[in-house]
Nanobody
Framework: QVQLVESGGGLVQAGGSLRLSCAAS????????MGWFRQAPGKEREFVAA????????YYAESVKGRFAISRDNGQNTVYLHMNRLKAEDTAVYYC???????????????????WGPGTQVTVSS
């Protein structure tokens, strides 16, 4: 069992940067692959980025590739999402998720993940 709490959301101007953090409780953080998803008003939740247990492999949605970067600090039980050159289309609630790896899963599917944080709002203004 793990609890996730996101932080770092807020209001930022287009072209700006923001760093989201996801703090995990529990003793097995290093055993979880981690992901970030987002949901804009009236839209379905969509995949943003994912990172392997060791941090050596990352994946990104095409819409954020080159602008966002996911990283993790297993010593701090924290995963980050660095967001750069933000656009209005990035406005959404961002969720952190953990995959315990119990079965074969696809990194971009919500169903792959076992635990979710409550989300943090990111609003990009122009």
């Amino acid at each position: 069992q793990v609890q996730l709490v996101e932080s770092g959301g807020g209001l930022v101007q287009a072209g700006g940067s923001l760093r989201l953090s996801c703090a995990a409780s529990g003793r097995t953080f290093r055993s979880y692959a981690m992901g970030w998803f987002r949901q804009a008003p009236g839209k379905e939740r969509e995949f943003v980025a994912a990172i392997s247990r060791s941090g050596g492999i990352t994946y990104y949605a095409e819409s954020v590739k080159g602008r966002f970067a996911i990283s993790r600090d297993n010593g701090q039980n924290t995963v980050y999402l660095h967001m750069n050159r933000l656009k209005a289309e990035d406005t959404a609630v961002y969720y952190c998720a953990a995959d315990q790896g119990r079965a074969s899963g696809t990194y971009y599917r919500e169903r792959t993940y076992d635990y979710w944080g409550p989300g943090t709002q990111v609003t990009v203004s122009s």
